[in-house]
């Protein structure tokens, strides 16, 4: 089956009938509903009913289910509470690009939940919705009719930033459905910027189709279960205060062999997402104003069926492809990585009417829109859709030609998340980020078969690439995009980023028919490829830094100069380093360089992609893969590890792992 699989217990049979076991896996964390750095849930552990689930930070942000199953309670999701009676038996989950899915044993009757987030790269009306399905599948395990209900709870921690905020909690109906509504009573937008952080502005939605076997109510975080609705049956009644859950119960009634199911919707509106120089941006979904939650939710609810078997599709087509490029282990971090990269990023459209698909450096520094993040993260969207590709480079592009960034490099940053009002790092990675833009717009060029995006940017594309002329083989003492591993000066590695940069600049060149640039740039790029392979090469490797015989380091950036075609490099110089790297391995992976034993897991997938051949890649992979299912650094996957012992050394959630997608990108081009 297309996906990855790990079955928690021991009961293959029970839910397959042919006796053959699941191989018993696990992944770091399992994505529960995720969209944007706010809106993002997961369960932390191996068993959903173990532990309370979080945001990406780790900040707990609770989801409940129980089943009731004749008069007996089967806690399903969440934290024990006082008066359940039974703990249900997880048997599997299963993650794929687009939805977790679990199967329960609740006594009599077996319970399949799935979290549907309808990540599609190009349909952006989808992808912008804020709208998560939770579907609950009842079925009898024993022969047998039970009477059956089905308990969900959201609180609304999902709506604040920390549990001291006060909220305020309401139901109604509108458009078929019964809907919980949660939010802050201060409201403000907008007005905090930061790594460790979680939204207070906006509303929480809980919504379920209307009628007779579903009420909602809405009770204190601390209070008894209840699956008894009001007497009335009125609406949740409106509460202020702190930490209420919004609650839905379900009455499926008798079900036996065949299986019943119930759909809960969840959503998020943020009202505003981000600020862009000054100017408040509403999400996308929300560019005709007259649109409204209610809307995305009625819509949501309408379009289930289909929505579904699109995402059964893409997760199919993109398991198929990640497997025939790369092999099981690969396609299984593929899935991994999906839904973690897509849902680092908020889509808005800036005050020119361009699409801006913002990052957040989750645990790294709160940055949006850095380069150098954009850059590993590149594969997934050059591969699913390049607009998006465009919108993470548009807000740089704007930064430097509006004159709001002054130097003859490229910037570093647009801020700090959500506020993209210009750059806060630090300090400048002239020859790092000058490179990667560079590259990426030719890669965009590659990926739509057109310079048109190169011509409209063209005239800030020639200063970075000048810059890069005089700066960028030798590169003085500065950071790279491995700033954590801090500064080097003569960086081998920065120096091929500098020269593929230049390199693309001259592809760009050749498809706008400018003969005279071509020329110049083909001639300075290979007359400096030349020269890196004299420099470089200490007897059967090329060395970290130009001064440094004894140091080696991963040449990730060689991987353009083979995706793009440039072949600026013979590729003996590939097979070198490969052969080499093999040698270096440790029980999780690759070393970034010899300065350490972490890596960055991005990296490898770019370095693995240089080889010639299936079984030296697989080699590379298949360390990467015992961290990913090994690693005792439960969070959502660090792309920064420890190679001895697969621990995280930093960050986590990044946007980063959709560096994973390097070779399904290179095999493409490659055709």
Known sequence: ????????????????????????????????????????????????????????????????????????????????????????????????????????????????????????????????????????????????????????????????????????????????????????????????????????????????????????????????????????????????????RLNTVATLGRVGAQPKEQLILVGYDDLYSIQFFGQNLRPWWRNDPRVTMENKLQEAFADYTTTLKRCGAFNDSLYAGAEKAGGKAYADLCVLAYPQSVAAHKLVKSPEGELLFFSKENFSNGCINTVDVTYPSAPLFLLYNPELMKGMLNGIFYYSESGKWKKNFAAHDLGTYPLANGQVYGEDMPVEESGNLLILTAAICRAEGSPAYAKRHWHVLELWANYLVKNGFDPVNQLCTDDFAGHLSRNSNLSVKAIEGMAAFALMAGMLHDTAATIAYDRIVRDMALRWDTMARVGDHYALTFDKTDSWSQKYNLVWDKVLAINLFPPRVYKTEINYYLHKQQPFGLPLDSRKTYTKSDWIMWTATLADNRRDFEAFVTPLYKYATQTPTRVPLSDWHETLDGRKVGFQARSVVGGYFMKMLADKWKK
């Not at 989950?93 to 190009?122: I, M, S």
């Not at 920390?162 to 009573?185: D, F, M, Q």
């Not at 809405?218 to 009125?234: C, E, H, K, Q, R």
Request: with cysteine.
């Open 1 to 244: 089956m297309p996906t990855i699989k790990w079955t928690i217990a021991f009961t293959a049979l029970l839910l397959t009938g042919t006796g053959a076991f699941a191989q018993m896996q696990k992944a770091p964390a399992y994505p529960l509903i995720v969209h944007d750095p706010y809106f993002s849930i997961w369960s932390f552990s191996d068993t959903l009913n173990k532990s309370v689930t979080k945001h990406w930070t780790g900040a707990s942000q609770p989801l409940e289910a129980f089943i009731k199953v004749d008069d007996k309670f089967y806690r399903v999701m969440g934290k024990p509470r006082e008066n359940e009676t039974e703990v249900a038996v997880q048997q599997s989950v299963e993650v794929k690009a687009t939805q977790t899915k679990y199967v329960f044993h609740c006594g009599p009757v077996n319970t399949t939940l799935r979290f549907t987030n309808p990540l599609l790269l190009r349909d952006l009306a989808l992808l912008s919705r804020p709208v998560s399905y939770i579907s609950f599948s009842v079925r009898s395990n024993d022969g047998r009719q039970h009477a059956v209900q089905v308990y969900f709870a959201v609180s609304s921690d999902l709506s604040v930033n920390t549990p001291a905020e006060e909220v305020k909690c309401s139901g109604y109906s509108a458009g078929g459905l019964n809907i919980l509504k949660a939010g802050t009573t201060e409201q403000p937008v907008l007005q905090k910027k930061g790594d460790n952080l979680r939204i207070d502005w906006g509303y929480l939605y809980v919504a379920v189709p209307a009628g007779k076997n579903a009420f909602q109510s809405i009770s204190p975080g601390d209070a008894p279960l209840s699956f008894t609705p009001p007497a009335n049956g009125a609406a949740a009644v409106p509460v202020t205060g702190k930490s209420y």
